[in-house]
């Protein structure tokens, strides 16, 4: 009798402490979605021309065939970052430089919502960082203009210098 009673008991026990039979279980998946490539396309430098000693010359952004231009191409509507790294001075390549300035007026860009190069959508100061949206084509266009400083006895030659246009996408 008390092995009878010690194995109902063992069974007892063992339908009490069983696991549950019940379980459920749900999936998610982990996505992403990469935006295309930024390029930057500098399509027309800043073209200064003839400069004649101690005579400032300026070109503003608005003139065609002689203002700096880059055509950037992306994701739709993306925002992005634009971010020049300008000179303060072009170089001969030997040892004359000439000063160039850039006024906090000297940028604009076309979105697709103003009217090209001559009624861009918006003025940027290139001095800093502006950030932005292509265009729902996901392209944009960016002039600037500036200004040469010869001095009056400034050497003849060619002079040059890098403008650099930076652009990023900023997640946002």
Do not use: H, R
């Not at 009798?1 to 069983?18: A, H, P, Q």
Request: net charge negative; proline share 5%.
């Amino acid at each position: 009798m008390k092995l009878l009673t010690f194995l109902g008991t063992l069974v007892l026990l063992v339908l009490l402490c069983s696991p549950g039979q019940a379980q459920e279980s749900g999936t998610i998946q982990a996505t992403a979605s990469v935006v295309a490539s930024l390029t930057v396309t500098g399509s027309n430098n800043l073209q200064f021309g003839s400069v004649t000693p101690g005579t400032p010359k300026s070109v503003d952004k608005a003139t065609t065939g002689s203002a700096g231009e880059w055509t950037i191409t992306g994701t739709a509507s993306a925002e992005v970052t634009l971010d020049f790294t300008l000179p303060t001075e072009l170089s001969d390549g030997a040892a004359a430089t000439m000063p160039i300035s850039f006024s906090t007026t000297d940028a604009s860009y076309e979105d697709g919502s103003g009217g090209g190069q001559a009624a861009p959508a918006g003025v940027i100061n290139p001095a800093i960082v502006s950030t932005l949206n292509l265009s729902g084509a996901g392209d944009m266009t960016v002039w600037i203009g500036g200004s040469v400083n010869p001095g009056i006895a400034q050497t003849g030659g060619n002079y040059s210098g890098d403008i650099v246009l930076t652009v990023t996408y900023t997640g946002g």
